[in-house]
């Protein structure tokens, strides 16, 4: 089983960046594929990007594409979410996600098994 822990939210105006970073504990952090996604309160989760056990793919939302990057430190435990250009609607609770993948260079979209507590991202206009 794994923990997680999101940090790095907070208020930006429209057009800065924030960088999101997703802490892991427990097992193996290389054995999952791991995403980040977002949640506006009375609305579904909606996925924003994903990221192989290997970093080398990725996927994205077409929302997000061009603007945020994920990455992932397998040495330090921990995924990234760099967030530029930001917009107002990129508002949201956004949360890390984990799943074991088999392959190196799976990259899941959901569903994911472990999820981490959240962290608020709000952008103003």
């Known amino acids: 089983q794994v923990q997680l822990v999101e940090s790095g939210g907070g208020l930006v105006q429209a057009g800065g960046s924030l960088r999101l970073s997703c802490a892991a504990s427990g097992r193996t952090f290389s054995d999952y594929a791991m995403g980040w996604f977002r949640q506006v309160p009375g609305k579904e989760r909606e996925f924003a990007a994903a990221?192989?056990?290997?970093?080398?793919?990725?996927a994205y939302a077409d929302s997000v594409k061009g603007r945020f990057t994920i990455s992932r430190d397998n040495a330090k435990n921990t995924v990234y979410l760099q967030m530029n250009s930001l917009k107002a609607e990129d508002t949201a609770v956004y949360y890390c996600?984990?799943?074991?993948?088999?392959?190196?260079?799976?990259?899941?979209?959901?569903?994911?098994?472990?999820w981490g507590q959240g962290t608020q991202v709000t952008v103003s206009s």
């Open positions: 996600a984990a799943k074991i993948a088999q392959n190196l260079f799976t990259v899941v979209t959901g569903p994911y098994n472990y």
């Open positions: 990221i192989s056990r290997s970093g080398g793919n990725t």
